[in-house]
């Protein structure tokens, strides 16, 4: 019998996930045989099914849904003046400060503020350094020569691709405003401090969408679209009394916005930003307008020729960071037995990395050969798995373990009737159903999946 992971702690704890994480393949620690990369992670084949299709559920939500909204994959490495135009160069800091006894390194504003004023360690009360700035975007050179001339930078962003793209998007797709532009892509940062396994890392995937309004305009659609962000996460499925907004005060605010808030999941660790949505008014084409020479006004045909810079209202996800929330998400532990504790991840059948696991009850009598079978038949519209090692109990575990939402077991009155067993991950029930019915059923059920914890 499994006893239960950790007795009358907090069901998910950040060491609860990521030991999970690794044990099921989700996602590695980067360079782990050198003994890890700080603020860089792996995603094994768990993690990069389930990456890939919480970003299938953005990219459709964000382009697929809305007739006014295209996609974008802009290029990672951007010409320098990109970042002195948007204000990152100058203004993308964290205040830094370092104990000069035991070396730790702290962002000022994420300490008791009375550790600043009294310039003392909070780990090891040492005296601290002043507070300094710390650009957090990452330095590289192009070309042979590593002089001041060849200085290029990871974008912090994914945002500004977008932006240097407007007037290609608006000349090639015949846009009009209000209309978007969405792009995921990776990131980078130089961050600080990078605890809480992926939350915080120096290499991430943000999912962003910049839309274009006149200005005028900008508060009415700041508002749609913190409704439509709010609306997604519903869909998704997720807990929503694990979400609440943040709106930025005026300390708080990024250099760029006229308002933002915050879309906040409540993790193991406590409530932290999910998404930000973002009223980033003229600034961005108003810099590139200073910055490039480029006349960034649209031209409002229907309007008299209208001139004037759109107001953009961004809404900007991490990936990556959506990927921890699914996962704290899901996770439960439920007593099945009296003793007898099982750890199951409960996504929804969308976003699971393996839709349906065949197992054979018995390797032997042809029960293995036809659930290879009926396996080939489902994976033309299903992830799959397919194992047959072990008791089939075990076996249910595993599956629990990693999230899989239907298991199909193949066993003796398959071969007589036809029918195999149906068993569910969140109840634990099983019925039976003719094979021939499978990838209908299944279809259904996904289409009428309900939480039920
Ligand atoms: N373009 C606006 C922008 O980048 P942000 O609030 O700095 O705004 C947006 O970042 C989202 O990107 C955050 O809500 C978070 O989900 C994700 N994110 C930001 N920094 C991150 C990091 N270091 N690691 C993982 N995700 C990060």
Known sequence: MAEQPEQNMDKATMEKITSLAKRRGFVYQSSEIYGG?????????MGIELKNRIAAAWWKEMTQLHDDIVGLDAAILMHPRTWEASGHVENFTDPLVDCK??????????????????????????????????NLMFKTHIGPAEDTASIIYLRPETAQGIYVNYKNIIQSNRMKIPFGIAQIGKAFRNEIVTKNFIFRTCEFEQMEMQYFVKPGTDVEWFDEWRKRRWAYYEKLGVKMDHLRWHQHGPDELAHYA?????????????????????????????RHTQYSGKDMQYIDQDNNNERYIPYI???SAGLTRNLLMVLCDAYDEELVDADDWRTVLRFHPNLAPVTVAVLPLMKKDGLAELAQDIRKELKEDYATDYDQSGAIGRRYRRQDEAGTPFCVTVDYQSKEDGTVTLRFRDSMEQIRVPKAELALRLKQEIKAYKRIK
Not at 37 to 45: F, L
Not at 115 to 126: F, T
Not at 261 to 279: A, C, K, Q, S
């Open 258 to 286: 006229k308002d933002a808030y915050d879309i906040e999941y409540l993790f193991p660790m406590g409530w932290r930003e999910l998404e930000g949505v973002h009223n980033r008014t003229d600034y961005d084409l108003g």
């Open 101 to 134: 006894k035991c070396k730790a390194r702290f962002r000022a504003d994420q300490i008791p503020p009375e550790n600043i004023a009294e310039k003392k360690c909070p780990e090891c009360g040492g005296e601290l350094t002043d507070t300094r700035k710390f």
């Open 37 to 45: 990369q700080n603020g860089a992670w792996d995603y094994g084949p």
């Open 313 to 315: 209202i961004e809404t």
